[in-house]
């Protein structure tokens, strides 16, 4: 049985550790094996806590300051699994260029970031124990390694300004609408369980029974049209009868957290009388009734109090909406929408009080603390303890593999698949839930990788595998190999001053008798929340 949470699964920061695994490659002369020891490094703290620091990340180096980021591995005494987490760190350095060496003669840790961690006295302790043992423990660090660090994170950035923030189609409605995506043109697919076609390419539940019409399930009620685009109404009690296994199988599945759909699931009570159909990506601005607009305090700015959108407007009439972490302003509600940098704003946005109604946007605005929490929340990793003997993965495919060049680099993808498959120098590797694996072959076996390529950093944001570069390998045992993804791998990504949601780019899914859907950035409403764990909420209204 179809899941239509299959687009929500693959709608479903930037530390490049790739080095980390392979450190074992590094081939030293001699007399700088000391200087030069493997990543990860470590020091013991006086409770027996064993602190591992992996190899930094700079961020900026002038005039003998060094500002770095760095991960960081943490095993408590007593405990049997290390927790990972971020550091960052501002260092007085000495520079010897004649050795090509940069030597830290004493640092401060200003951040620590660890996933859920709000231990003030456990970060404060942290904090203490690096600044006292970074410089000893670093050693001296390559200043060729240091340059070229800062050069790769110049060319990440430039890929990172490539995300895209062309306005989608904006539509505006003052009633209360359902905006209804369907990924291209509708493709039907027979449901066996159900016995009746399902538009597939849809996260919302569309079927065609036997009476030849097309209904559209959401609210624990039934809309019904001539098309699968529409326009559609209110079915009423006249359905036939076979909807009924249609009905308890997605309910079933939302009361179980199981898989399905149910599409307007905000709504339980009401009927939506204007249910809005797109083939191509779009967004859904409404009101109820006329925009009514409410001053914020201590700004010039009033925001729309009956509207579940982040929608704005200045003294000069202009009105501003934030869709993905995106801002986008017009003189009128219906169109002529255009992008507006974060830090392009008036500067009345960063004045928005903290505890008013609308202070959740303030991450989406540059220079406020909302915004630099969530620029660091964005490259705090989520880890893992990987099995090497028992860890595997299945890859499927529409008939065989099929592959294609993946641009900007040398390796090609797996285009008939619903999973990330790259092929590079003649190993196979895949990304599941957050784990590398490699294989032989495109069919597997699969085993966990202990690296991943080196041409996964060149992928741009115009590829549909570009959320995989933000998996990493951070460390490797013989029996486990500890792996971790920052939030990109999710979806959010750090663009200039602020994060968003989402490449910005429309992926052309792969339909060959069965769809695969690629990730998505609009149609959702989605929405900043620091509040959440998975930091991004859609809109329910």
Known sequence: MRSIRIMFSMILAV??????????????APQQQQQ????PRSFTTDDGTVVKIYQPQPESFSDNILKSRWAISVL??????????????????????DARRVIIQSVRVPNVKFPGQNDDNFISSLKSALEANLPATAGDLSLDEILSSLDQNLEQKKLSKDLN???????YTDRQSLLVMIDGQ????????WGMDVVVNSPFTIVKPEDGRFYLYGGKRWYTAQSATGPYSEAGGNVPPSLGRVKNAIDNANSSDAGYIDSTAAQQDKVVSNIIVTTSPAELIQTDGKPSMSPITGTSLSYATNSPNDLFQDQDGKYYVLISGRWYSSSSLTGGWHYVASNSLPADFAKIPEGSPKDNVLASVAGTDAAREAIMDAQIPQTAKVDRSTAST??????????APLQG??????TNTPNSVMLDHGIYYTVDNGVWFQSASPNGPWTVSTERPDEVDRIPPSSPLYNTKYVYIYDVTPQYVYMGYTPGYLNTYIYGP?????????????FNGYYYARPWTWGFGVGYNPGLAGRWAMDSG
């Open 165 to 171: 923030t062309t306005a989608p189609r904006i539509i």
């Open 15 to 28: 530390l490049s550790l790739s080095a980390v695994g392979r450190a074992q490659d590094a081939s030293p």
């Open 498 to 510: 602020t994060v968003v949601y989402g490449t910005g780019f429309y992926y052309d899914p792969w």
């Open 76 to 97: 408590q005494n007593g405990k049997t699994d290390p927790v990972f987490g971020t550091f960052w760190s501002v260092a007085n350095v000495e520079t010897d260029k």
């Open 409 to 414: 680099t040398d390796m090609q993808y797996a």
């Open 36 to 39: 030069q020891q493997d990543w």
């Open 394 to 403: 299945d890859v499927n495919y529409n008939g065989d593999p099929q592959f």
């Open 186 to 193: 509708p493709k039907l697919q027979n449901n066996k369980d």
